[in-house]
Nanobody, 125 residues
Framework: QVQLVESGGGLVQAGGSLRLSCAAS????????MGWFRQAPGKAREFVAA????????RYADSVAGRFTISRDNFKNTVYLEMTQLKPEDTAVYYC??????????????????WGQGTQVTVSS
């Protein structure tokens, strides 16, 4: 069982940066692939990024590649999402998720077993 708590969301102007954190409970954190998803009002939840157990492999949605960076610190049981060059279309609730079954998480939300409560990111134009 893993419990996930996101933090770091807020209001930022277009072109700015934010770093989201997701703190995980549980001793098995280092064996879970971790992902970030987001959901804008009226839209489906969409994949943003994923990182493998050891942090050496990553995967990104085309819409954020080159602007966002996912990383993890297994000693701190925390996964991060560094977001730069933010755009108004990045506005959404951002969720972290854990998948115990894969080395590197996929892009489908139903592959992930554990979810945080989400943190709001708002980018003003």
């Amino acid at each position: 069982q893993v419990q996930l708590v996101e933090s770091g969301g807020g209001l930022v102007q277009a072109g700015g940066s934010l770093r989201l954190s997701c703190a995980a409970s549980g001793r098995a954190f280092s064996t879970y692939t971790m992902g970030w998803f987001r959901q804008a009002p009226g839209k489906a939840r969409e994949f943003v990024a994923a990182v493998s157990w050891g942090g050496h492999s990553t995967r990104y949605a085309d819409s954020v590649a080159g602007r966002f960076t996912i990383s993890r610190d297994n000693f701190k049981n925390t996964v991060y999402l560094e977001m730069t060059q933010l755009k108004p279309e990045d506005t959404a609730v951002y969720y972290c998720a854990a998948d115990p079954d894969k080395v590197l998480g996929g892009t489908a939300s139903d592959e992930y077993d554990y979810w945080g409560q989400g943190t709001q990111v708002t980018v003003s134009s």
